[in-house]
């Protein structure tokens, strides 16, 4: 009776555990985030509970619907939930500065970085995160990309070229009947595919899916093969006897396996022996050398959820136990995609370093044996969203994959047009006198940089000239000589060699012979004769003495008052009929006002474009808007002045000033309203 007894109150435990738990949650738990969202959503309609909030909002996250993810991300970390403990897991505070980086608002998504660095005891800069973001996108690129033409309307990645094929990574449909789906995207298993290209990676064929001695019913991911393309290490779910081996924890990890070919056949897949069960070990790389094979994994005693680990390959086929590397290259998030290049040098994927969003890839250098601190590739290799499994093959060419397009992964080619890590340039510097153009003998010359270091100072000889190896950025370049007003200049070095900055100094008259003359005018003060001309009222200097000294400043561009606004007036910045880019005379005038910008650097600007009223409107408001955007562009990468000061808007043709019935107008009064606006928006 007592044992009968016992069996009925567990059968009730049992029935109870399995009412808390909802369809949502049971979905949720067989990582179907597709289905788990809309049962929770459900939920939320009725009750809000903790769990739902985070679990929903992480089954967007997971299948990259990021809008989504984030409304139900901010609900949860500002408590909008039932329960009265209002914490929440870490993890969600970095999870939403993904999704809100991936949205464009890094001001906001920074302050959750913060949070979640603060909670990991770890402090950063969030002002000097912005800047660091902003470098990577305003940079000169490095590279051209272009989409590949073998991408498909299913997720494409893993590209990599061997000979006249290129190899990859798809979970494109193979029409199969009863084929199975991976609950967690509702689409086929990933498997990998050929296809024939030429020189320029241009399709000469359909792409197929390769032997099914690899390819499974199961995944086969990401894989490399050996200089002589007779070796295949891959990436696959793992397996025992052919059937799927679950962890403790009921995971079908990914591991690591090996094939050679014989005969022109592959053979049967064979485990690598430090693949552990109850872990995952995937994305393998070779060294050149073909001795180490470079991989990903989420073994225990690493720095975070998935680090970068490397093994040496024996000649008996055995290897050592996996080494970590370190970590310069591991963070506490996740680290992937390891390639090591003919140089050595290390490329992976990280969303643990500064990036641009989710996923963005990296390159460390080889130096002496020791991988250095990572670099960002910048934009466009990297965007906001994941951008991944960059690899070469060739010394500039190369493939990597990216879900910029906001719905599946997509492969991209790229050419390395740039120098990729951060060195010195030689930069020549010469004091001339500004009439004659000669050498100005013992000048005396300072360098600084833009946080106005002295990186150089000296007296100079006859041919007053030096060098200076200095990294891409700004300086200032100071000099005076005796009979000479000193002067400066700004100085943006590039990213190339031999680039030489001449500061001009103007001499010193001598003084004029004193005329005794019946009657001396007092010449007007410079400042009364603006505020007379502009009709300041003098007030203004003690009511808002920014405001007072920008209306009375006569260096560079003046400052005028239209309407209760503030706006710079500047030689009109034209542009060509059905163009955007900026004329070289118009490059001067925005030259003079980035000038006037350093000087004021609390100035924000409103840049507004206006066009014509030739063409469609739609096309007219398309124009304008690319039109400010370049003259941000320009202001931001020519003159280095942060993008965070310059907002900029498109008006089409709404706003003429000439107004054109008909299209009624000369061309000299078209040129008039295809015009730029400068509007001081913060002082």
């Known amino acids: 009776m007592i044992k009968r007894l016992s069996v009925i109150i567990a059968l009730l435990v049992f029935q109870v555990g399995l009412a808390q738990k909802t369809r949502a949650d049971r979905f949720f738990e067989k ?38 993810a984030s409304i139900y991300l901010k609900q949860l970390v500002k408590g909008q939930f039932g329960e009265k403990d209002k914490s929440y897991d870490n993890q969600f505070n970095f999870k939403l500065y993904q999704v809100l980086s991936a949205l464009g608002d890094y001001e906001t998504a920074l302050y959750y970085l913060r949070l ?35 991408n498909s309307e299913a997720s494409d990645f893993g590209a990599v070229r061997l000979r006249d094929s290129v190899y990859f990574v798809s979970d494109r449909s193979t029409k199969q009947l009863l084929s199975k789906t991976y609950k967690w995207t509702h689409k086929p298993f990933l498997d990998i ?51 799927k081996e679950f962890s403790e924890d009921n995971n079908n990890n990914i591991h690591i396996y090996k094939t050679i070919k014989v005969d022109g056949k592959w053979q049967k897949l064979e485990k690598l022996p430090f693949n552990i069960n109850g872990f995952s070990f ?45 970590n310069v290259i591991n963070t506490q998030n996740r680290e992937h995609f390891p390639f090591i290049s003919q140089k050595g040098n ?195 200097k003690s009511e808002d003495p920014k405001r007072f000294e920008m209306l009375t400043d006569l260096e560079g561009p003046p400052i005028v008052e239209k309407d209760g606004k503030l706006f710079f007036q500047l030689e009109p910045i034209y542009f060509d009929f059905g163009m955007w880019s900026i004329t070289s005379d118009s490059k001067l005038v925005l030259d003079e006002l980035a000038s006037k910008l350093e000087r004021y650097p609390n100035i924000h600007l409103k840049i507004s474009a206006h066009t014509d009223s030739r063409g469609t409107v739609r096309y007219n408001q398309i124009l304008s808007e690319r039109r400010a955007e370049s003259t941000r562009n320009y202001l931001a990468l020519e003159s280095y002045i942060n993008a965070r000061r310059l907002l900029f808007e498109g008006f089409g043709e709404l706003s003429p000033i000439v107004p054109c019935p008909m299209l009624d107008c000369t061309e000299d009064e078209h040129q008039l309203n295809r015009r730029s606006e400068f509007e001081i928006v913060k002082y």
């Open 346 to 540: 290390l490329f992976f994927a990280s969303n643990g370093h500064v990036g641009l969003g989710f996923l963005d890839n990296f390159v460390s250098e080889n130096r002496d044996g020791e991988f250095t601190v990572p670099v960002n590739l910048g934009a466009p290799i990297n965007s906001q969203y994941d951008d991944f499994n960059l690899n070469y093959y060739n010394e500039s060419e190369g493939f990597f994959a990216s879900n910029r397009n906001k719905l599946d992964d997509n492969i991209f080619q790229f050419k390395q047009i740039g120098e990729i890590f951060i060195r010195e340039y030689i930069n020549t510097f010469e004091v001339r006198d500004f009439e004659t153009k000669a050498y100005i003998p013992n000048a005396n010359v300072v360098l600084l940089d833009k946080k106005e270091n002295q990186i150089y100072s000296n007296t100079l000889g006859d041919s007053a000239v030096f060098n200076s190896n200095l990294l891409v950025g700004k300086y200032q370049f100071q000099a005076d000589s005796e009979g000479y007003y000193s002067g400066s200049i700004l100085v943006i070095t590039k990213e190339q060699e031999d680039q030489k900055h001449v500061l001009y100094l103007k001499q010193i008259p001598p003084p004029e012979p004193i005329v005794v003359v019946p009657v001396v005018v007092q010449p007007i003060d410079p400042i009364e004769a603006v505020i007379i001309e502009k009709k300041i009222d003098k007030k203004l």
């Open 116 to 150: 979640y660095k603060e909670n990991e005891s770890v402090s950063i800069d969030k002002v000097e995160l912005i800047d660091t973001i902003e470098a990577f996108k305003l940079k000169t690129p490095d590279y051209t990309v272009k989409k590949t033409q073998f």
């Open 282 to 326: 995937q994305h393998p790389a070779l060294s050149p050398d073909g001795k180490r094979l470079y991989f990903s994994s989420d073994i225990e005693g690493g720095f975070g959820s998935f680090d970068l680990y490397y093994v040496t390959l024996n000649v008996d086929d055995t290897t050592s136990d996996p080494i970590n590397l370190g």
């Open 193 to 243: 595919y050929a296809t024939k290209v030429n020189d320029k990676n241009d399709t000469l064929g359909l792409a197929n899916a390769i032997t099914k001695t690899i390819n499974s019913k199961l995944h086969e991911g990401n894989f490399c093969f050996s200089n002589d393309g007779n070796t295949l290490y891959v990436s696959r779910s793992n397996t025992a006897d052919g059937k």
């Open 31 to 68: 990582g179907d985030y597709l289905n788990a969202a809309k049962y929770y959503e459900a939920e939320l309609g009725k009750e809000r509970h903790k769990n739902a909030l985070q679990n929903v909002a992480t089954s967007y996250y997971n299948t990259f619907q990021y809008k989504k």
